[in-house]
């Protein structure tokens, strides 16, 4: 996966020069900058002629299959019904298709044919989804996930693991709860440590939420780096109430928000899930996740993983070692959220190598699942 030197080559940009642990960001790098750099990046990455393997050999149904297989880990005291994942109270109105994101730059490579073929039936029931969040930036702001360091990752190595995601977005930025809930925390972490060190997450807010994990643990949501907090220990707060603005308090090296998620310990660093499995999709939009491993099942660090429509290219990477929490419903490696619904081509290529290739219909409002065993 270091094959991947322009990549590389954007997250060292975006990290800057910095040697200390720290959450990374460049205020000199608006997003879309990066998404550009990337969409460019991606270019340079030789492929396996992705469109003239797949037109013809891709009956949707008989491809869509294999992707639905992990129903071992889903147990069925956990599978919520439809309505339980997505009641007018737990999650925000739906939201307009649009807010923009870095994927949606156009690839001018793509070359996959317009023509649009009926997707499979959507299996949704055999998906566990637990979305209970709303994105804690407002629409219009940049509220997705900034690809470069998700959960788990570590840029290739140049960062410490990242246990939550950024939204890089300016000073100011009205932070917003993501879900109803207590502040049981809202200050300074000078006294209180809630990263791997105590003035790590500068000013921070934690909220305990009303529900628990599908495991039954307490659920909390963290927002670190505030310019300040606007509420105090033991307020209720509403669902999508401002808690605070963008900072770069504690360690940051740019404006952004730093929001995990904790289940049963808000306090400990080692308590986090991955916000992408909980912060509900845009509507036309969902989220892929799957598990990387080689042919034994064993799972692999840090792989790099090409996931690419006709309209566009984006990379996702599995966690960077085992210290990293996985969801217990899905028991995942990797995440790639924000993705319009389509079909993609999902491929893994090591130093000209094609290590894994395969076309899944991603459904919307919904994670959708694929095995990425590598040959
Ligand atoms: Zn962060």
């Known amino acids: ?49 992705p469109i003239a393997s797949r037109t013809p050999t891709l009956p949707p149904t008989a491809t869509f299959t294999p992707t639905l297989t992990p129903t071992a880990t889903l147990t069925p005291t956990i599978t919520p019904t439809p309505t339980a994942t997505f009641t007018p109270t737990e999650s925000p109105t739906p939201i307009p298709i649009a807010s923009p994101t870095p994927g949606q730059i156009a690839d001018p490579n793509a070359t996959l044919p317009p023509t649009w073929t009926p997707p499979p039936a959507d299996p949704a029931s055999q998906i566990a989804d637990h979305y209970r969040l709303r994105r804690p930036i407002a629409d219009g702001a940049a509220n997705w996930v900034a690809r470069t360091y998700p959960y788990g990752g570590t840029s290739g190595g140049a960062l410490q693991i990242h246990l939550g995601v950024d939204m890089v977005n300016p000073r100011g930025t009205p932070i917003l709860a993501a879900a109803d809930g207590v502040v049981i925390y809202a200050g300074s972490d000078a006294a209180t440590q809630f990263g791997p060190s105590t003035n ?3 000013n921070v807010v934690v909220i305990q939420h009303g529900f628990t994990s599908p495991d039954g643990q307490p659920v909390f949501t963290l927002y670190g780096h505030m310019q300040r907090a606007d509420v105090s220990q033991g307020q209720t707060v509403k669902q999508g109430d401002q808690l605070g603005m963008v900072g770069d308090s504690g360690v940051a090296f740019g404006p952004h928000l730093h929001f995990e998620v904790r289940l049963g310990d808000a ?12 912060i509900f999709p845009y509507q036309g939009f969902g989220t892929l996740v799957g598990r990387v491993t080689d042919a034994a099942g064993t799972r692999l660090y840090d792989v790099t993983i090409q996931v690419k429509s006709a309209r566009l290219t984006r990379y996702a990477f599995s966690y960077a070692d085992d210290t990293v929490n996985p969801d217990s419903v899905f028991q995942e490696n990797f995440t790639l959220g924000d993705l319009p619904a389509d079909y993609y081509e999902v491929s893994v290529n090591e130093n000209g190598r094609v290590r894994f290739l395969r076309t899944l219909y991603l459904y919307p409002n919904r994670s959708t699942w694929i095995d990425v065993q590598l040959k």
Not at 267 to 278: D, G, I, K, M
């Open 1 to 49: 996966m270091r094959a991947f030197v322009p990549f590389l080559l954007v997250v060292i940009m975006l990290a800057g020069c910095q040697t200390t642990p720290a959450e990374p960001f460049s205020a000199t790098l608006p997003p879309t900058n990066a998404a550009i750099s990337l969409s460019q990046a991606a270019t340079a990455v030789p492929t396996a002629n």
């Open 200 to 202: 790590y997450y500068g």
């Open 267 to 278: 306090y400990s660093y080692r308590a986090t899930r991955n916000p992408e499995l909980w």
